[in-house]
């Protein structure tokens, strides 16, 4: 069974850091494309990042871009967010998804979230 | 970006309804459409993928049609369970985008 656990979440000040994390199981991490999604409180739906397989390519949203960084360690299928200079807008719930296949976007597997909150 | 829109936002339903959302895309995006069922409190729940094929597990009242800029999911009967928020998302290229939810509730 796949599981995707998400940690690192919790209340930060504005323009400081966070680092998230997610432990997959249940599938060969090291073959999926990989992505965090976000959601702010009472909104939609909102993708952030994406990273292929290997690690060697990735994507951004423009309202994480310089400022979010994300990686992976295949040998600990582990997926993390590294998070600066963080701002209000930036709180939300935070998913990991895989993605199904080596294609990136369709996603078939979401973790259960963890919340950020960026206040002062 | 590809800017997704929803239709309706919310309506209300009784059980054994017959419910349609669709979703069209700012440009043709193909059939790079995938939906997502989203409880209150829950991560989003896979349904269908590239428009029309349908997540392992799934039960089959749900079905997805459409290709190019529309889009339909369709609830063949509505049961209890099924009252939610329902999201497209566009994979057709990043930054991947989903439409803003409609949720059905009970009438």
């Known amino acids: 069974e796949v599981q995707l656990l998400e940690s690192g979440g919790g209340l930060v000040q504005p323009g400081g850091s966070l680092r998230l994390s997610c432990a997959a199981s249940?599938?060969?991490?090291?073959?999926?494309?990989m992505s965090w999604v976000r959601q702010a409180p009472g909104k939609g739906l909102e993708w952030v990042s994406g990273l292929s397989s290997s690690g060697g390519s990735t994507d951004y949203a423009d309202s994480v871009k310089g400022r979010f960084t994300i990686s992976r360690d295949n040998s600990k299928s582990t997926l993390y967010l590294q998070m600066n200079s963080l701002r209000a807008e930036d709180t939300a719930v935070y998913y990991c998804?895989?993605?199904?296949?080596?294609?990136?976007?369709?996603?078939?597997?979401w973790g259960q979230g963890t919340l950020v909150t960026v206040t002062s | 970006d590809i800017q997704m829109t929803q239709s309706p936002s919310s309506l209300s339903a009784s059980v054994g309804d017959r419910v349609n959302i669709t979703c069209r895309a700012s440009?043709?995006?193909?059939?790079?459409l995938n939906w997502y069922q989203q409880k209150p409190g829950k991560a989003p729940n896979p349904l269908i993928y590239?428009?029309?094929r349908l997540q392992s597990g799934v039960p089959s009242r749900f079905s997805g049609s459409g290709s190019g800029t529309y889009f339909t999911l369709t609830i063949s009967s509505l049961q209890p369970e099924d009252f939610a928020t329902y999201y497209c998302q566009q994979s057709y290229g990043t930054p991947f985008t989903f439409g803003p939810g409609t949720k059905v509730d009970i009438k």
């Open positions: 998804a895989k993605d199904r296949s080596s294609t990136w976007g369709n996603f078939d597997h």
């Open positions: 440009q043709s995006i193909s059939s790079y």
């Open positions: 249940g599938f060969t991490f090291s073959n999926y494309v």
């Open positions: 590239t428009a029309s």
